[in-house]
């Protein structure tokens, strides 16, 4: 019996850096268990230098990638995603879309190592500090025991994943729309109706 290979999904908000990375450490150190994919709220539209830069020091698949926005995703034909996980603050506080097949999602949110300023030196030391972060994140990820873990108890190790070293503040307060406990969405409080489920009350997001 062929073991299930899940799909993974890496947002945050220009999709030319942090998720860039992040989905090329998930393809080389998931591979044959996970697909990892990645994409933005607003794509820059072409991928950060610095961050291709640090994926080929690393040896890690620096090729193929593109800055792309998170609606291909939610569009009739797309992979159906297992995992969402928004790597900037950010874009964990806008509205997303809703994604086919009610992934389980989490924040992961580390700093935005194209915001460093400085010399050449002092961006590259960023960028490898965010590698370094998301790779810990990635490798917990991996390691976690899938198939055996119910919602609930997957959902609170995601969340613990993304409070790791490195990460930054809390994410905006986000809810799930209503009757999705597996957090399918994750728009402002103010969008909800009266009494919808909020993300972190039993919810796995």
């Excluded at 299930?4 to 044959?32: M, P």
């Excluded at 950010?90 to 992934?103: D, F, K, L, Y």
Aim: hydrophobic content about 40%; glycine content about 10%; overall charge negative.
């Amino acid at each position: 019996m062929t073991d299930r290979v899940y799909n993974v999904l890496f947002l945050c908000t220009g999709n030319s850096a942090r998720s860039i990375l992040a989905e090329s450490i998930l393809q080389k150190d998931g591979s044959g268990r996970f697909r990892a994919f990645s994409a933005g709220s607003q794509p820059k539209g072409e991928v950060n230098p610095l961050a291709l830069r640090t994926l080929r020091g690393w040896d890690y698949p620096a090729e193929g990638f593109r800055s792309k926005g998170w609606e291909e995703f939610a569009a009739p034909g797309a992979p159906v995603m297992d995992f969402v996980f928004t790597v900037c603050d950010s874009a964990a506080g806008e509205a997303c879309p809703i994604w086919p097949g009610h992934p389980m999602t989490a924040h992961w949110g580390i700093e935005d190592p194209a915001t460093v300023e400085g010399t050449e030196i002092d961006k590259l030391r960023a960028f490898n500090a965010a590698f370094r972060y998301m790779k810990t994140r990635i490798s917990l990820f991996t390691a976690l025991p899938l198939k055996s873990l119910d919602d609930m108890a997957l959902g609170s190790k995601l969340r613990d994943i993304g409070r790791s070293e490195g990460t930054t503040s809390p994410a905006p307060d986000a809810c799930c729309i209503p009757e999705t406990p597996q957090g399918v969405c994750c728009p402002p409080k103010a969008e909800l109706p009266a009494g919808a489920p909020c993300c972190g009350q039993g919810a796995a997001a």
